[in-house]
């Protein structure tokens, strides 16, 4: 007697997903470039052809983007690219990234033998990643391809990500996730790209440093110079002609 297989109820939902998820993607790719103006038009019927899907899962993807700040939905009209931060914007998100990734580093302390050998090699792609982009902007005369943008970003956030993940605090894990999706939004409106990399590398190195031998208040103080330091340069960046 054969075995009657069900179909899993979720499985369209899980494939469009997926589909939602690749087009998410690659518009984003497009958003991190400079060839897009602040507040040029996103069409969603366009953005189908263009990829070749139908206009369900860019519409998702447009929905998913708007919660980055990337893109934004005006009533009737569509979807445009976001303007970039104003002042305020970009001091409001690092005054947040402060409470929560100070206040993370604190908790992850607690945990710091399990916790610094995940840093340890997430230090190491970083530094990694930091020759790439030092090659690069010798090769492309201080421009990057996209591609390498994405990487970089990745590998970068995945630093502050495992230090909320080490806090084992489900709330904050969520939070990690609604940050880095800010964090998106400022990386748009920035010209020098990734001309910080090497400082990025040191100050992590630092915070790894007060995790492994410094205890909750190192930990917490060397993430607030680390955020303090990126601010200045955000604003540097910003303000950039």
């Not at 470039?33 to 069409?43: E, F, K, Q």
Request: aromatic content about 4%; proline content about 5%.
């Amino acid at each position: 007697m054969s075995e009657t297989v069900y179909p899993l109820a979720g499985a369209g939902a899980l494939e469009r997903k997926g589909l939602r998820d690749r087009v998410y993607d690659l518009i984003l790719d497009m958003l991190m470039t400079a060839d897009i103006a602040p507040g040029a038009r996103l069409s969603i019927d366009a953005l189908a052809r263009d990829l070749r899907v139908s206009p369900t899962p860019v519409r998702e993807a447009l929905v998913q983007l708007e919660r980055t700040g990337l893109v934004v939905r005006e009533a009737l009209k569509g979807y445009r690219v976001a303007p970039p931060l104003a002042d305020e914007q970009l001091e409001s998100l690092f005054d947040a990234r402060l409470v929560l990734e100070c206040g993370a580093a604190e908790l992850a302390a607690r945990d710091a033998a399990n916790l610094v050998p995940l840093l340890e090699q997430a230090l190491a792609e970083h530094r990694a990643i930091g020759a790439k982009v030092r090659e690069a902007a010798d090769e492309h005369a201080g421009t990057w391809p996209v591609s390498l943008l994405r990487e970089y970003f990745l590998i970068d956030w995945n630093f502050h990500h495992l230090i909320f993940e080490g806090t084992h605090n489900p709330f904050l894990i969520d939070m990690s996730s609604a940050i880095s999706t800010r964090v998106h939004r400022l990386r748009q409106t920035m010209h020098s790209g990734l001309s910080d990399a090497d400082e990025a590398v040191t100050e992590h190195g630092a915070i790894l440093e007060a995790l492994r031998s410094g205890g909750p208040e190192a930990a917490s103080a060397a993430m607030r110079e680390h955020i303090e330091r990126v601010r200045v340069r955000s604003r540097r960046d910003v303000a950039a002609p």
